[in-house]
């Protein structure tokens, strides 16, 4: 795997983990970035995130290499894998980043079938999924789609929890058909999601005291968020909870710069939507990681519009957080801002935060302009935002 930097301290634009140290390049430097579209949806909106990496300005220097890599339950359906393992050699031995796009895993099982984004992070241990969601703001600084102005970052364990997968079912000696899932926290992936939450918060922060004051949606100190389920599942989300909390009490920089609060999941879920404004950094294991993260696109208009990154030590996978839309495949109705926010984010994650800032500004100018696809309302084809979001970078 090429590794284009270490991912620890560096400030970044929406808070998210930079490379450090910076590089300085006096010619122009050439990016390898594996393509998955994978199913649906994803075969649409991933062309678009080329496209637009592809129309940076030459003022930022980036020029970019794309390798066209298979996944996806289509795969599966016509070669029997649903992850090649040409695509995992491909983007551990010739690529600096990925963007994969959407999967159609089927809701009943599919013998010999498993998740191929599920296997990526496990075989490229990109061990965090990052989800800033943020709400689009008109000129005047209120939000323009959804009642409350929202910057949260959500910080979801991305390799255990239940999505380990170890599940079966048996026949019980009265006729019973029972089914067992095994669930699976550990203190080392636990406490390194918690150091990257922490981390985030402060770049967040460092972000926000560049800004003017009237301009901030978050006014306090960073603050993190644990959330957890502990009081049933005393063991799990219990050592969930305590490795998180050992980082902060043992780590100053934490300690003294960052505010931590704790949240069982059922009433982060009710705080979410009454008060998203009350949220800075949320870290949580990767179930629900997962569900928060969906339920707060709501909060911003649509799962069309926000982006995530799969981050680990040595590499970063962006992907849009929605699914592959078998319902609206090939009509051009397809929204691609949350992959081209996802290209962003992919680009921020290694260090690169002036061209990643370009695209999320070009982003906003074009949703300010009203370009936007059905699921925001608009009448937009796919195409028509994604050559708007080329015409706005800057």
């Known amino acids: 795997m090429r590794v284009l930097s270490s991912l620890p301290k560096a400030q970044a634009v929406t808070g998210s983990l930079a490379s450090a140290p910076r590089r300085s390049y006096s010619s122009v430097r050439t990016l390898t970035l594996g393509l998955i579209p994978a199913d649906g949806i994803g075969r649409e909106v991933i062309p678009a995130a080329q496209q637009v ?10 020029a970019f290499q794309f390798k066209h890599c298979e996944a996806g339950f289509e795969h599966f359906q016509q070669h ?76 979801r364990e991305n390799t255990e929890c ?9 026949t019980d000696s009265d006729g019973q ?7 699976l926290i550990t203190q080392g992936a636990s406490e390194r999601a918690g150091r ?8 967040r922060q460092a972000v926000r005291e560049k800004q003017p004051v009237d301009q901030r949606r978050w006014t306090g100190p960073p603050k993190v968020t644990i959330v957890h389920k502990s009081n049933v599942l005393s063991i ?10 050992h980082v902060y009490e043992n780590t100053p920089e934490f300690r003294d710069q960052i505010a931590l609060e704790e949240q069982l999941v059922d009433s982060m879920v009710y705080r979410m939507f009454r008060e998203p404004e009350v949220f800075d950094v949320v870290v949580a294991p990767n179930l629900y990681g997962d569900i928060l993260s969906d339920g707060a696109a709501a909060l911003v208009g ?15 996978m962006g992907e849009p957080v929605h699914g592959s839309a078998p319902d609206i495949a090939g009509q051009h109705k397809a929204n691609p801002i949350a992959a081209i926010r996802s290209a962003a984010l992919l680009l921020e994650n290694i260090g690169l935060s002036q061209p990643a800032s370009a695209i999320y500004q070009a982003v906003d100018t074009t949703l300010r302009k009203g370009f936007r696809t059905p699921d925001l309302g608009g009448t937009a084809t796919t195409e028509e935002v994604t050559e708007a979001v080329c015409k706005h970078l800057q």
């Open 236 to 245: 799990t989300d219990g050592l969930w909870r305590e490795s998180i909390r």
């Open 53 to 62: 990496l592809n129309a940076l300005p030459s003022s930022y220097q980036l």
């Open 302 to 316: 649509s799962l069309g519009l926000v982006p995530s990154a799969n981050v680990g030590d040595n590499f970063v």
């Open 196 to 203: 990257m939450a922490f981390r985030m918060a402060l770049a």
């Open 80 to 155: 029997g894998t649903a992850l090649p393992q040409q695509t995992i050699d491909v983007l551990r031995q010739e690529c600096d980043g990925a963007l994969f796009g959407a999967v159609s895993s089927p809701s009943h099982k599919v013998a010999g079938y498993s998740s191929p984004i599920v296997a990526l992070r496990k075989h490229l241990d990109l061990y965090a999924n990052v989800r800033p969601v943020i709400s689009t703001t008109t000129g005047a600084g209120e939000a323009a789609m959804g009642e409350k102005a929202v910057d949260m970052l959500i910080i």
């Open 162 to 170: 239940l999505y380990i997968k170890k599940e079966r079912q048996f």
């Open 177 to 183: 058909v029972k089914a067992i899932a095994e669930r």
